[in-house]
């Protein structure tokens, strides 16, 4: 018997996202006099993208700041309600330029729109050190240590290769493998529980190269199954990436890179979907941005445009994505004769020797001729001068406020709020059993109440595995969703999406009304979430540099942490998370925390968090652990542990005999250490200095003196460790070889280890009771010895 199979067409299953195309014949409403205007304003903006590639030679990407332009013409100057003159306003809507890498058409279109509002309603702009001038593109892709005359003449901004909050307007740093999409997101986020339905629109630009990372698509995911109805996502579709002028399938034709195109790529995920035929018309443009925001449906909206990499600028496609024309080159002035044309103007030539001196003094020349353009065509300025202020009045006509019961964050830092002011909920009685994990759910979940929902939190596929689900206990349940479930501060990012929850949860606490706290095992989000911590450090420092306000933090939770998840094998159970984020980020940006004691939670994340870093790090284990009487044990109390670094025992260098000191960091081996070796070393009488390493970070950041008074430089160099991680987070307190080669760690036998109860990990590594107090015996009795 057999039976016939038919090969069928596949169809999607129901949407709640729509589908609308877009071309010459159905967009309208556009009259004459603003084609023309942006016309002559996208010729300039283009002529202003060449002009800095050129100077800045071999640096930049003029090919998608070109192809973007129009797209952004139509945001700024007619889609977006924003006040210029107060680039920090919450209310304003944001546009996030995901594609980082179209930095240099982000300060070109910056520059211009700022030039047209000098020059037509000055009264609309901000003071200066908020503005984006023309006089600063000299700092293009410049150091602050530039040096050249100009430069220091005009106090130009030294502007990032990939944008950064030093930027007016910019809220993220972007640009790193696909980034910029989940944090942009994240912004979302943070302006939608905050305003709730009069929520900002957080407008994204992006590519369909800059989409093809794993990270994208799990953010659209997450976008869409929680129905971020007011986020925007820009598709500039040009088809060239930095290697391929065909990234995409378009039509019958397969592509290089992907086999979707991003309308099928965004309308799989549920958004709605619309098609511009041509990006290069700014009818079309405008009439796609109009239809979005007069159909506004509970869902995203990805508007994607047609467009030609490097339109004009005489190279096209994959050629223009980091590349240009030849300093001053023949080619390079064929690109401004349009404009030269248009204007009746010209551009000077470029002659004598190339010093850094002439070569900017004739940039400087050729960006006044643009300001000349602009100047002497007056009706420019005033066309766009008066669209800034109509964006102004949309604002106004809003009346954005901040929804009723929105989170406030601040009472997270007020003075109140203090590591030794344990709440009930974070105490546990001595003898009793917790888990580190349940005790951080419990930190967050009090300090979640006292902000009124300021923590909004995410896990990978492991909310309840890891805790993290406390953090939300006492608000409503299930996921958030922007149109059915406001209330819930647990969020679904795509499931198993590292990558993602890490974006999203940076770009929230970007926004400034929330804490995003992400978790998952210590194995996979620390490596998974570190671009984008980097990105968020940045990002935080830039801002603090712009306006001063101190850093907003992420939680990074690195669960199941080492050797005890060692059921899981040596996949899961990894001592070298730690390794990728202790002490590897400039001082002040991260702290990690290792708690070995679930009584030292609640007091180090607050400690941690009231130094206000871009990103702490908790490391937490899965199996419970018990509850030490630490008074009767002679142990100090658990807020000790908020110095970073503490003694566990205190030993008396000019007594005779003395055994030196231990170093101990990681739960695993210290709950094993306090109960099975602390007792020996007491019966034996050692005169010996035992620390542990709760957070090097706040360590690091006590005053210098207090650091030496904790634990001098002749401890260092006498010392042995004891660690559940890796011997290279060891090396800051154990400084000698002998006591390198003496300390215990989880790599000492020189392999990954095996699978197996915790107690029998620790056994295989040397960890285990029996193996820690061989080692210190022998130490102790070399160091009486001396």
């Known amino acids: 018997m057999s039976s016939k199979k038919t090969q069928k067409k596949f169809a999607f299953g129901p949407r709640r996202g729509y589908y609308v195309e877009i071309n010459k014949e159905n967009s309208s409403g556009v009259s004459d006099e603003w084609i023309r205007m942006f016309d002559d304003y996208d010729m300039l903006y283009r002529s202003l993208c060449g002009i800095l590639y050129n100077f800045v030679p071999k640096s930049g990407h003029p ?23 107060d680039p920090e306003c919450r209310e304003n809507d944001l546009l996030s330029y995901a594609a980082g890498h179209k930095a240099m058409g ?45 430069f220091r003449k005009f106090e130009a901004k030294p502007l990032d290769g990939h944008p950064t909050p030093l930027t007016p307007f910019v809220k993220l740093s972007t640009g790193a493998s696909g980034v910029g999409v989940p944090t942009s997101f994240g912004l979302a986020f943070g302006a939608m529980d905050t305003y709730g339905k009069n929520a900002p629109f957080v407008h994204v630009l992006e590519g369909e190269g800059g989409m093809t990372p794993g990270r994208v698509s799990e953010a659209l995911a997450a976008a869409a199954t929680a129905q971020m109805w007011n986020i925007m996502m820009h598709v500039d579709w040009n088809q060239a990436s ?16 992907v086999q979707w195109n991003p309308v099928d790529f965004c309308y799989l995920h549920d958004w709605n979907v619309i098609l511009v035929e041509d990006g290069k018309d700014i009818e079309q443009v405008l009439s796609a941005q109009k239809y979005a925001m007069q159909h506004v449906n509970g869902q995203p909206t990805a508007i994607v445009y047609r467009t030609v990499k490097g339109w004009q600028y005489g190279i096209e496609g994959r050629k223009s994505h980091g590349a240009g024309h030849d300093f001053c080159s023949g080619e390079f002035c064929q690109t401004l004769d349009p404009t030269e044309a248009r204007f009746g103007m010209e551009f000077p030539r470029f002659c004598g020797d190339k010093t850094p001196a002439n070569i900017e003094a004739c940039y400087w020349d050729h960006l006044m001729v643009i300001r000349s353009m602009l100047e002497k065509n007056e009706e420019i300025p005033a066309f766009f001068g008066k669209r800034l202020a109509e964006a102004d009045r949309r604002l106004v006509k809003l009346g954005r406020a901040r929804r009723e019961g929105a989170p406030d964050i601040s009472r997270v830092y007020a003075p109140s709020v203090t590591p030794e002011a344990i709440p009930d909920s974070c105490r546990y009685e001595p003898g009793s059993q917790q888990t580190l994990r349940g005790a951080l759910g419990q930190a967050l979940n009090h300090l979640n109440h006292l902000s009124g929902g300021a923590f909004l939190a995410a896990a990978a596929d492991l909310l309840g595995s890891t805790s993290i689900d406390v953090t939300g206990k006492g608000f409503p349940g299930g996921y958030f969703n922007a149109v059915s479930n406001p209330g819930a501060r647990m969020l679904s990012i795509g499931g198993i999406c590292e990558d993602a929850i890490g974006g999203i949860m940076a770009g929230i606490s970007a926004f400034g009304s929330h804490i995003g706290a992400g978790s998952s095992y210590g194995a996979f989000i620390a490596a998974l979430s570190h671009i984008t911590a980097r990105l968020h450090g940045i990002g935080q420092q830039a801002k603090h540099e712009y306006n001063g306000e101190p850093y907003n933090p992420w939680i990074i939770v690195c669960a199941h942490a080492g050797l005890k998840t060692g059921e899981d094998g040596p996949t899961h159970a990894d001592p070298q998370a730690l390794q990728l984020l202790q002490e590897n980020f400039p001082r002040g940006v991260m702290i990690t925390l290792t708690p070995w004691d679930p009584q030292e939670l609640y007091p180090t994340v607050v400690a941690a968090l009231r130094k206000r870093p871009a990103l702490v790090a908790p490391f937490v284990t899965r199996p419970n652990e018990k509850i030490f009487d630490r008074a009767a044990l002679g142990l100090p109390p658990a807020t000790a542990s908020i110095k970073g670094v503490y003694a566990l025992r205190k030993g008396d260098r000019a007594k005779k005999p003395y055994h030196g000191t231990l170093v101990l960091q990681e739960s695993g081996v210290t709950n094993t250490f306090v109960e099975e070796v602390l007792p020996r070393i007491d019966k034996a009488g050692y005169n010996m200095n035992i620390f542990y390493v709760s957070s090097a970070e706040l360590f690091d950041l006590l005053p210098e003196d207090e650091q030496r008074a904790i634990f001098p430089e002749a401890f260092a160099l006498e010392a042995m460790g004891i660690t559940g991680f890796t011997l290279p987070t060891m090396l800051r307190w154990i400084a000698s070889a002998e006591g390198r080669r003496r300390t215990l760690h989880a790599f000492g036998k020189g392999h990954y280890l095996g699978s197996g109860q915790a107690h029998k990990v620790l056994e295989e590594a040397g960890l285990h009771g029996d193996g820690q107090w061989e080692a210190v015996k022998a130490y102790a009795e070399m160091m009486a010895k001396k």
């Open 63 to 85: 090919g998608g700041s070109i192809s973007s332009g129009r797209i952004v013409e139509g945001l700024l100057f007619s889609t977006m309600s924003y006040r210029i003159g």
């Open 106 to 150: 982000l300060y070109a279109m910056w520059a211009m729109r700022n030039e047209v509002c000098r020059l037509s309603r000055p009264e609309l702009l901000p003071g200066p050190d908020r503005q984006l001038r023309l006089e600063d593109m000299l700092g293009f892709r410049r150091n602050p240590t530039q040096e050249t005359p100009l």
């Open 242 to 257: 930095i290697d391929s002028n065909r990234v995409c399938r378009d039509g019958e034709t397969p592509g290089e890179y």
